[in-house]
């Protein structure tokens, strides 16, 4: 068995759903569109994504001598609904359950140490949604997935309800193809985008993205988006619940952790606006949920509840 059949076997026994690799190497084009978003000012307040350029588009800027990118994807599914109850609220799936980025990162951990001893004097990095590392690029380029139009990494094999990780290794592995487009004329998910943050296929403007704005922003919520938020408390689901490759490939996670925890599938709103700091912390302990910070969580509940009680009769004039 050569090296890229262990690491790949290796990955799928410690229960990744796809593993792929990619030569590592600059991404120029990437880098192209990447400062074009930038210069439209669609990073909103997240300055972070301006900083360290040199190593958000070239591997080696990190790990001197990297030869192979390792991109892991981990489908999270569950079959769950959310209601349209107008006294609960919505948050993403992939926040149903536990923290993705624990489960990843230990599993990917297993990965590098696996790595580590298997090839002596090699050296590797474990990237989980932290450091400037584009990795919707990499899983593309190590043929999981596409990136769709509504800039989530699609597979055939699970649709979009996926998690990405990767693996920075001075190790030369035998790369995969590239994933291809497989979007087609499909617009769907431009039109289900109540803010129009989709501003044009492959693009996101993030400052009238729902996930965004109830998760990464900070102050008030302006009402004419608070409008459109469909009772969204935590991330969103839209652009990939109308996407027609979660409804022909979403497959139920064999991770249990991802399963939803208990109120979080629809959180009534008027109870979840008097939880206290405390509770919070208790109730989303390992949970991505306490990315919001309490202050958030609350910040967002109040925006749909003020935006239901100024369209009942007794508030108007």
Not at 81 to 88: C, G, I, K, S, V
Not at 92 to 100: E, I, K, T, V
Not at 180 to 193: I, P, R, V
Not at 209 to 223: D, F, K, M, R, V
């Amino acid at each position: 068995m050569n090296a890229t059949e262990l690491v790949k076997g290796k990955g799928k026994e410690i229960g990744f759903s796809k593993v792929g690799i990619a030569r590592a190497g600059a991404l120029d084009r990437e880098a192209q569109l990447l400062v074009k978003w930038l210069e439209r000012g669609y990073q909103a307040t997240m300055g972070w994504m301006e900083r360290n350029m040199d190593r958000r588009v070239d591997p080696e800027a990190i790990l001197p001598g990297a030869r192979s990118i390792v991109s892991v994807a981990l489908n999270y599914y569950t079959p769950h609904r959310h209601t349209t109850d107008p006294e609960t609220g919505k948050i993403s799936r992939y926040a149903w359950g536990d923290d993705y980025h624990d489960i990843l990162t230990r599993r990917l951990d297993q990965l590098r140490l696996f790595m580590d001893e298997e090839f002596p004097g090699s050296r590797n990095l474990a990237y989980v949604d932290t450091g400037p590392i584009m990795e919707k690029s990499w899983a593309q380029r190590a043929g999981i997935g596409w990136l769709g139009k509504h800039t989530n990494v699609i597979t055939q094999d699970f649709g979009s309800w996926v998690f990405l990780g990767e693996l920075i290794t001075t190790v030369e592995l035998t790369p995969d193809m590239p994933a291809t487009d497989h979007c087609g004329t499909c617009t769907l998910c431009l039109e289900a985008c109540p803010t129009g943050a989709i501003v044009e296929p492959y693009v996101v403007d993030s400052g009238r993205c729902i996930s965004y704005l109830t998760i990464e922003h900070h102050g008030e919520i302006a009402p004419d988006l608070a409008d459109k938020f469909q009772q969204w408390i935590y991330g969103c689901d839209i652009c990939q619940d109308v996407c027609p490759w979660n409804h022909r490939f979403g497959r139920v996670t064999d991770e249990q952790r991802f399963q939803p925890r208990e109120g979080n599938i629809a959180p009534v709103l008027r109870e979840w606006d008097t939880m206290s700091a405390g509770e919070f912390s208790r109730r989303f302990s390992g949970s991505a949920v306490k990315r919001t910070k309490w202050v958030g969580l609350i910040r967002n509940i109040r925006a749909v509840l003020g935006i239901q009680e100024s369209k009942t009769p007794a508030a108007r004039p």
